[in-house]
Nanobody, 124 residues
Framework: QLQACGGGLVQAGDSLRLSCTAS????????MAWFRQAPGKEREFVAA????????YYNDSVKGRFTISRDNAKNTMYLQMYSLEPEDTAVYYC???????????????????WGQGTELTVSS
């Protein structure tokens, strides 16, 4: 089970950190990712962590502004977001899967476990 939190209302240029805590099996054995869905748009990949947290993957639109990380001791994944833009406004979801292959890491349909979403609004 995944629990996401940390969203809110911020201004353009602000920073914010989202958290996703996993219960049950150690998250280090799973690929974990963040997706987001803006109003009227499809869910899109934001960032992902490989098993153990050694590899990171980003959507080009957030590369250099967002950092994904994991604290295995706390079974928690983070998304540190800097220089937020109004275009980052969306509901952010965390996802996890144990068996996903690298080529599918950006595909929301290949993740088995999902958090409930946390809403971020960035005002201009």
């Amino acid at each position: 089970q995944l629990q996401a939190c940390g969203g809110g209302l911020v201004q353009a240029g602000d920073s914010l950190r989202l958290s996703c805590t996993a219960s049950g099996r150690p998250s280090s054995s799973y690929v974990m990712a963040w997706f987001r869905q803006a109003p009227g748009k499809e869910r899109e990949f934001v960032a992902a962590l490989g098993r153990g947290g050694g590899s990171t993957y980003y959507n080009d639109s957030v590369k250099g502004r967002f950092t994904i990380s994991r604290d295995n001791a706390k079974n928690t994944m983070y998304l540190q977001m800097y220089s937020l833009e109004p275009e980052d406004t969306a509901v952010y979801y965390c996802a996890a899967d144990r068996g996903i292959i690298l080529s599918a890491i950006r595909n929301s349909g290949d993740y088995h476990y999902w958090g409930q979403g946390t809403e971020l609004t960035v005002s201009s």
